[in-house]
């Protein structure tokens, strides 16, 4: 069973263009989120998704950001115009969950991929 | 709402000395916490978890954690410190419905020969 697959691995841009950071989750899984994660700033949430559906976006700055989940196909982080500060590591994590139901304690966490680290000259 | 807070970015231990990282949590129903350790240049890698079954909890690498309650803590131990545990540790927590992870800003853990 491959684990959480995430490329391209690194990934440079120049400012004004755009970036697209992809992310395959684990099989069966169907819970993807993505973190972003600065030098000495830990991780930072940004979206939750699940297949076709935005479950929590609260992470995500409002412009030039989006993120989808396709029925097929690998989840999408977007970035537009691309500036400096947007340089980083971009995780991605998935898991198995049951919207609105505990879950199995022995399916609880979230399983990382190697991340996509984004350099924007 | 639940949150997790990391107390020390940076540690450093001697090589066979023990090794403390602590994490305290906030949330307003029973937690699901996690520890998860970052090697250079990697994803994140899941040390153990605490699912409200047994309070003190082993995972690889010879590291336990012990869930209380009443201090709202779960902080990672290791008896002897091995160069190879240098890397970076997060503490995250989530609610039973696993919508949502919360990590910590992490503690960067430096072992000394």
Known sequence: NAGVMQNPRHLVRRRGQEARLR?????????V???????????????????ENIIDESGMPKERFS??????????????QVVRGDSAAYFCAS?????????????????FGQGTRLTVV | AQSVTQLGSHVSVSEGALVLLRCNYSSSV???????????N???????????????????????AEFKKSETS????????HM???????????????????FGTGTSLTVIP
Not at chain 2, 42 to 63: D, E, H, W
Request: net charge neutral; charged share 20%.
């Open chain 2, 30 to 40: 029973p937690p699901y916490l996690f520890w998860y350790v970052q090697y250079p």
């Open chain 1, 33 to 51: 989120y993505w973190y972003r994660q600065l030098p000495e700033e830990g991780l930072k949430f940004m979206v939750y998704l699940q297949k």
């Open chain 2, 74 to 81: 779960f902080h990672l131990t290791k008896p002897s410190a």
């Open chain 1, 95 to 111: 898991s198995i969950t049951i919207e609105g139901q505990p879950r199995d304690p022995m399916n609880t966490e979230a399983f």
């Open chain 2, 42 to 64: 990697q994803g994140l890698q899941l040390l153990l978890k605490y699912t409200s079954a047994a309070t003190l909890v082993k995972g690889i690498n010879g590291f336990e």
């Open chain 2, 84 to 102: 190879s545990d240098a890397a970076e540790y997060f503490c995250a927590v989530s609610d039973s419905t696993g919508n949502q992870f919360y």
């Open chain 1, 23 to 31: 992310c395959s989750p684990m099989k069966g899984h169907s819970h």
């Open chain 1, 67 to 80: 993120a989808e989940f396709p029925k097929e196909g690998p989840s999408i982080l977007r970035i537009q």
